[in-house]
């Protein structure tokens, strides 16, 4: 990509070293889990991080449609277009490849996807069943449930 002419430049780019001392600092993900917790120590929103946090990114992900984030149209598993379908193989297989799809293209970098289902519980409901590994821990599988 080039720089046009009338870009003015300030200060110096790093290093590769510096950079990589830079983001290497602290690899850990911090962040609000979902739904919104409140910290009983100083009675503010909660952080979390580690699995946790990775698993309500994961849930919060997969209910959410797509148009429902600002900035971000396409975000989301869009699962409501499925609201009033029969609960069929089609549709089942449908599910899984929106699922899939979508967790690929948004949480790709984070995560890799090893398994997914789909069920009806007995209630009618949807459960989601994602088996899934953190990308920069090889040791790290754990799974989702998500109830629809």
């Known amino acids: 990509m080039a720089i046009p002419q009338d870009t003015q430049i300030y200060g110096n780019q790093p290093s590769v070293q510096t950079a990589k001392q830079v983001?290497?600092?602290?690899?850990?993900?911090?962040?609000?889990?979902?739904?919104?917790?409140?910290n009983p120590g100083n009675g503010y929103?909660?952080?979390?991080?580690?699995?946790?946090?990775?698993?309500?990114?994961?849930?919060?992900?997969?209910?959410?449609?797509?148009?429902?984030?600002?900035?971000?149209?396409?975000?989301?598993?869009?699962l409501q277009k499925y609201l009033m379908e029969p609960l069929d193989e089609n549709t089942f297989m449908l599910l899984k490849?929106?699922?899939?799809?979508?967790?690929?293209?948004?949480?790709?970098?984070?995560?890799?996807s090893n398994k997914l289902q789909v069920f009806e519980t007995s209630t009618?409901?949807?459960l989601v069943k994602l088996f899934v590994q953190l990308r920069d821990l090889q040791s790290s599988n754990f799974n989702v449930e998500v109830r629809i």
């Open 124 to 126: 009618g409901n949807l």
């Open 23 to 38: 983001s290497t600092k602290d690899p850990s993900i911090r962040g609000f889990v979902y739904p919104l917790e409140k």
């Open 45 to 78: 929103f909660s952080k979390s991080t580690g699995l946790k946090l990775v698993k309500s990114m994961v849930k919060s992900f997969i209910r959410t449609n797509r148009g429902e984030r600002f900035m971000l149209p396409d975000y989301g598993a869009d």
């Open 97 to 112: 490849d929106e699922i899939s799809k979508s967790v690929r293209r948004y949480l790709g970098g984070l995560l890799s």
